[in-house]
């Protein structure tokens, strides 16, 4: 299903009129970052090129150095077999060599004649469909997408087969259908071990196809060869199948021959690579000129001055059609981003086209994405009217249009540039010049402008998955009309919610509307800072068992230097889960620690399985031995809550106990008491699911806030020198009592919370269909029109890090920026979203930073700490924002510095 746009193509005194129909074929976008950046795909780091220098030193290294990512060129293999596309190092070094020739600009002419039978036969249809339908107006609606998605086949079975023309579209044809049906199971492929051996229906069609194509070509090719060797032909023909044969003949001197295998491949992926991408092409060109009609009369005129002297001959002298279709590819170009490449292990880590001015150090085995749609609408490169349709702007070649020599990269760059390129830029100028000569177009006024994104982009974006719609949110001024709306507004987004309630149930974090509001008023006294004041001194129990521990360890095995290395992230995760079984449990501590070890069990067997819960209908109820483990889990979870929770409900009833209990779950159970009035009150269930969410919510969280600050406060120690001064003023005061007066402290959680936020994005939502298409939080100057369906994710770890709103400081780290306060951090009053925002902020947020302010306090009371020359500085998004590596410190206690002063 595709975006729907209109275009429509009018007429003249002597040209027929018709209108057109756009359908906004793929414009694929590429992840996240308006810079270069790196992040993880699990346990694999990735590297998005943004940069046009940099994306040069790889793209026009010695073609070893970069080869193609193992697991995608897996992939691709199982499509287009062993191809150009697909292989790499001497093999595709020769393969090259060979192919090259057949591409070579003077064969390609030949071709042209062959492209123009399929083009006038095209214009032909249209011009007769308008006769015949709608003679009186003269004008004729057409879906483009449809007309050059088949003009193209037509182009490429013609110009590659010739006479066997027809047997040549019938393969194109069964390859198309073998791409849509791989593509449609290719998660399967990737997660399902040997599914693609497995007698699926869809597998039996995919045989089906790939049996039926290979006796096509390997017929087709052996017909020519054999003609050939028997004297019964001159040459191998002069389409393009025949040119290649011809070429891999005059190889056999090198010892280097392709075999029938090989050319099969080749002709497959010939198909794939100049099918969709030039239909996207002439698609959005026709629809540049018919929004900019000066520009279609330019180009008009032009191609009419040269119609005498034939187009083949003259169509490297259409220089304004070749502006348009330049400026084409760099606004919608079909690639947005290049086969993804990786450092061989072979090479150093410098790269060898490095220069002094510019070096990459990039390790072997990190995936490198060379992000080419993104370079293109860069201001610094390309003007403030990057976003413009300006044709001129290539008026002098693609070396002088922008600022860089290679900013222009719709056919990639060095050695490894699309083969094929010539090819399809005389194809897209046949089509349109012969269409300017014959008929005139307009844009109708039903047209949406809708271009179909995968990913998302450097400003907020909307992109696709499958056929649903989804709208990445970086400004903070749209994600403050998004998370202030009222409740029922903005819903979680359901395929998400169903995901979360196999987790956590029906709790807070996966319920909506009034449902979720009167949860949100029963737990809110809970979690009010008088309360929690009450639950520092667990608190401080489980932060000084863990002191002491460390103190003891250095004693015991580092006496001698009083210093010692530790994972801090392996030390706060326990600390954490100590604390929230301790202020969640009270008397009930090591059940409640069983509990949450469960829970944490729990959610790392689903997480493996996410994928397969999503894809394979019923598959949770499949008794896997994953399966059965989360199934004893959750008896074991839910058995020793109930029990807990039933006999301090009944010791109340009964009179045996004055209270609830004074930790959390005793606050839960007396708010949920207190709420009986109104007649609403938590089941048993509703409280169990509560206590999951709650041990989910703030363990890894505030785990990983307490591992970043530690680390950012060893990197900068005049910060922690400035935290301890602080910090041992205040201890007579008590840290419970004064950590509101933690100021220095409190501004150094805010900026490692802003740096490196434990979630990344907020939970997804999508807008219910009970409301308009206006937000009731917008205003005339901020107004959201987002349909019911599309699924919103606010990204609050990309606003952290605008530039616009946090200075060209913005990747430093500068605690002063929170000195007034978050509301003045930043140029926006609501650009700090690490807690969300507005009704559905986090409900433990004051409960998360006393906890990390007592420890943070205890720790520097006791130990100084700096960063080993083993550290490692990699942010790995799993879950939640943790060091891939560890994050290992060396502490030393007060004591010991104080007797080496």
């Not at 909506?512 to 009010?528: C, K, M, T, V």
């Not at 949770?620 to 199934?631: D, G, I, K």
Request: proline share 4%; hydrophobic share 40%.
């Amino acid at each position: 299903m595709w975006d729907r746009g209109i275009l429509s193509l009018g007429g003249g005194e002597d040209m027929n009129q018709i209108g057109v129909q756009i359908w906004a074929r793929s414009w694929r976008r590429t992840w996240r970052f308006y810079k270069s950046a790196i992040f993880w795909l699990g346990p694999r780091p990735s590297l998005n090129i943004v940069n046009s220098n940099d994306a040069k030193v790889i793209l026009s290294s010695n073609y070893k150095e970069y080869v193609k990512f193992p697991t995608l060129q897996i992939v691709f293999q199982r499509v287009f077999g062993r191809s150009i596309l697909t292989i790499d190092g001497d093999e595709w070094a020769q393969r090259r060599r060979i192919l090259n020739p057949a591409f070579a600009s003077g064969k390609l002419k030949a071709m042209g004649a062959q492209m123009l039978v399929c083009i006038q036969e095209m214009l032909d249809d249209w011009e007769r469909e308008v006769l015949e339908t709608n003679a009186a107006t003269g004008e004729l609606e057409l879906d483009m997408i449809k007309e050059f998605t088949k003009v193209s086949a037509d182009v490429l079975s013609r110009t590659c087969f010739g006479s066997n023309f027809k047997e040549g579209k019938a393969v194109f044809e069964d390859q198309e259908g073998l791409i849509e049906a791989k593509y449609q199971d290719a998660v399967r492929y990737a997660i399902i071990p040997l599914y693609r051996f497995l007698p699926t229906a869809r597998n039996r069609l995919c045989w089906k196809l790939q049996r039926r194509i290979h006796e096509t070509l390997k017929t087709i090719i052996e017909n020519r060869m054999h003609a050939v060797q028997k004297c019964q032909a001159d040459s191998y023909g002069d389409d393009l199948l025949g040119r290649i044969l011809a070429a891999n003949g005059s190889s056999l001197g090198d010892g280097v021959v392709l075999t029938t295998q090989d050319i099969i491949d080749e002709c497959r992926t010939f198909f794939f690579a100049g099918h969709e991408t030039t239909a996207s092409l002439l698609a959005w060109a026709t629809m540049l000129m018919a929004s900019n009609p000066e520009w279609q009369d330019r180009a008009r005129e032009e191609v009419l001055e040269m119609r005498n002297d034939g187009y083949i001959n003259a169509h490297s002298k259409l220089k304004i059609l070749e502006m348009i279709l330049l400026e084409t590819l760099r606004l919608y170009p079909p690639i947005t981003q290049l086969i993804s490449r990786t450092r061989s292990p072979e090479y150093g880590t410098t790269d060898e086209a490095s220069t002094e001015e510019r070096k990459l150090n990039i390790p072997a085995g990190v995936r490198i994405n060379v992000l080419c749609g993104v370079m293109h609408r860069d201001k610094k490169m390309w003007g403030d009217d990057v976003d413009e349709f300006q044709p001129e702007r290539f008026a002098n070649g693609i070396s002088r249009a922008c600022k860089g020599m290679h900013g222009f990269m719709a056919f990639g760059y060095g050695p490894h540039s699309c083969i094929g390129q010539m090819f399809a830029m005389l194809e897209a100028k046949l089509v349109l010049a012969s269409m300017l000569q014959r008929f005139r177009f307009r844009l109708p006024e039903t047209y949406q402008h809708a271009p179909r994104l995968y990913g998302t982009l450097h400003k907020s974006a909307i992109f696709w998955l499958g056929p649903r719609p989804s709208l990445n949110i970086v400004n903070s001024n749209d994600a403050k009309v998004i998370l202030s709306s009222n409740y029922k507004e903005y819903v979680k987004f359901p395929t998400l919610q169903i995901v979360f309630q196999r987790v956590f149930g029906r709790s807070i974090l996966t319920i909506d509307g009034d449902e979720w509001a009167q949860r949100r008023r029963i737990l809110n006294p809970a979690f009010a800072s008088g309360k929690l004041k009450a639950m520092g001194a667990q608190m401080l129990v489980c932060i000084q068992e863990m002191l002491d521990d460390w103190e003891r360890e250095v004693l015991e095995t580092n006496a001698a230097t009083g210093e010692l290395e530790l994972d801090m992230i392996k030390e706060f995760t326990k600390v954490s889960a100590d604390v929230l079984s301790r202020t969640c449990f009270g008397s009930n501590f090591k059940e409640g620690k069983a509990v949450f070890e469960d829970q944490e069990g729990l959610i790392e067997a689903i997480y493996q399985d996410a994928v397969r819960y999503a894809i394979i209908p019923l598959y949770r109820f499949l008794p896997t031995a994953r399966n059965r483990l989360c199934w004893k889990l959750q008896r074991r979870i839910h058995e020793t809550l109930k029990t807990i929770i039933e006999n301090r409900m009944h010791a109340v009833q009964k009179c045996q106990a004055d209270s609830y209990g004074d930790d959390l779950l005793g606050r839960i159970l007396a708010a949920n008491g207190s709420s009986l009035g109104d007649g609403v009150v938590l089941t048993t269930q509703d409280i169990i699911d509560e206590c999951r969410t709650f041990f989910f919510a703030g363990h890894e969280t505030t785990a990983s806030l307490l591992a970043w600050a530690t680390m950012l406060m060893a990197s900068n120690p005049e910060w922690q020198d400035r935290a301890r001064e602080e910090v041992l003023e205040m201890r007579n005061d008590g840290y419970i009592n004064a950590h509101s007066k933690l100021k220095i402290l409190e501004m150094i959680l805010l900026e490692t919370l802003r740096l490196y936020p434990p979630i990344t994005q907020l939970i997804s939502r999508t807008r219910s269909p009970e409301y308009g298409t206006t937000d009731e939080a917008s205003t005339e100057e901020r107004k959201l029109n987002i349909p019911a369906g599309v699924r919103i994710n606010v990204l609050c770890g990309v606003m952290h890090r605008d530039k616009k709103m946090w200075g060209d400081d913005v990747d430093e780290f500068q605690p002063e920026r929170f000195a007034n306060g978050i509301s003045r951090a930043c140029k926006g009053m609501h650009g700090f979203m690490a807690f969300g925002y507005g009704p559905h902020s986090c409900i433990g947020q004051m409960f998360a930073m006393l906890e990390a302010k007592l420890v943070l306090a205890s720790m520097l009371q006791r130990f100084r700490f700096r960063l080993p020359e083993t550290y490692q500085h990699a942010p790995r998004l799993y879950g939640t924002l943790r060091p891939q590596h560890g994050m290992p410190l060396l502490i030393t206690p007060i004591h010991f510095s104080e007797t080496d002063k």
